[in-house]
Structure formats: structure tokens, C-alpha cells
């Protein structure tokens, strides 16, 4: 990772540039469930919320002068308790950001006698599926046909889940 990337909390102030992240791993079409033209306000007011109470749940995001290169989260899942949302910024893949975002949540878990973080992968991103066992995520359930695309394609998702001692 490039020493100039910075992993801190998240800040009202950052929202906008949260959106713009999300946006653009949204139009690529292929890592996260939400496409191209979901509801901005919503997200935005999701955003806020859970940037307002970082001691109950933690929101950082990653970033250099420029910008952000990404942001993680971890929020109450109805299925899977409590769980990571990460995004990282095309240009900044595969520099350690994720992996950094990924420590810092587990440091986050351990510090807080959190006993499992979980996360949901699409079978295809096999670059983010390395990432997350190479840090010690295992797949705990294949769901099949579980998120229909605005193309009318139905992708199966991947549950994985880090286990603390």
C-alpha cells in the first residue's frame, strides 16, 4: 500500500465523495448489488446515519490527497449479524487497501469481543474472494439465483465469515 493512504473514520463532510465511490463501483456492473441508478438521497441519508454513530458501528474510509480510494463499514445484517461493506476505488485496487480496511475492521471486532464478522461476495470477483481467505474468511453458504441484475442475469452470492477466538 502506498504510504500516503490514510484510514480514518468517516466524516459528514466525506459523504458526497462516499456517494461518487459508490457510484463508480456501481456502474462497473459486476462487484456490488446496487447498478446504476439507485436512490442517491437514500444512500446518502444510510451513509449519514451510520457515519453519525461510529461508536456503535464504524465507517472509515481510505485516502490520499486526492480523494478517497475507498471505504469499509460494518452493519447489522438480517441474516448474517454483523458485517463488513467495503469498496475500493478502480485506480487503487490491489495496493493493500483492502487488506488495510480489512485489519482495521477485524482490530475494530477484536477490541469490541465481537465474536464473527461476515461479508457477501459475487462468485466471479475472484480477486476480492483471494483477499478476503487470504485474511482468514471462510464460505459458510453458496445462495443461488440470489441477486437479479437489471439485465434480467441472476447472480449467485457467496456468505463468508471470519470467526474471532
Not at 456502474?27 to 461510529?54: Q, V
Not at 493493500?96 to 471486532?109: D, K
Not at 453458504?141 to 477466538?165: P, S
Amino acid at each position: 500500500m502506498t504510504n500516503s493512504i490514510e484510514i480514518r473514520y468517516a466524516r459528514p463532510r466525506d459523504v458526497e465523495q462516499i456517494l461518487d465511490l459508490f457510484e463508480e463501483v456501481a456502474d462497473e456492473l459486476l462487484w456490488i448489488g446496487p447498478e446504476p441508478g439507485f436512490d442517491r438521497d437514500r444512500k446518502r441519508a444510510s451513509f449519514l446515519d451510520a457515519i453519525a454513530r461510529p461508536d456503535e458501528l464504524p465507517f472509515w474510509v481510505a485516502c490520499d490527497g486526492a480523494g478517497l480510494a475507498g471505504s469499509a463499514s460494518i452493519f447489522h445484517h438480517a441474516e448474517a449479524g454483523l458485517a463488513i461493506g467495503m469498496l475500493v476505488r478502480a485506480s487503487y485496487r490491489r495496493r493493500g487497501i483492502g487488506q488495510a480496511l480489512i485489519e482495521r475492521s477485524f482490530t475494530w471486532a477484536r477490541d469490541h469481543g465481537v465474536g464473527a464478522l461476515s461479508l457477501h461476495v459475487f462468485p466471479h470477483n475472484l480477486a476480492a474472494r483471494a483477499l478476503y481467505q487470504k485474511a482468514g474468511f471462510r464460505e459458510i453458504d453458496r445462495f443461488e439465483r440470489d441477486i437479479t441484475r437489471q439485465t434480467g442475469d441472476v447472480w449467485d452470492t457467496i456468505l463468508m465469515r471470519k470467526e474471532f477466538a
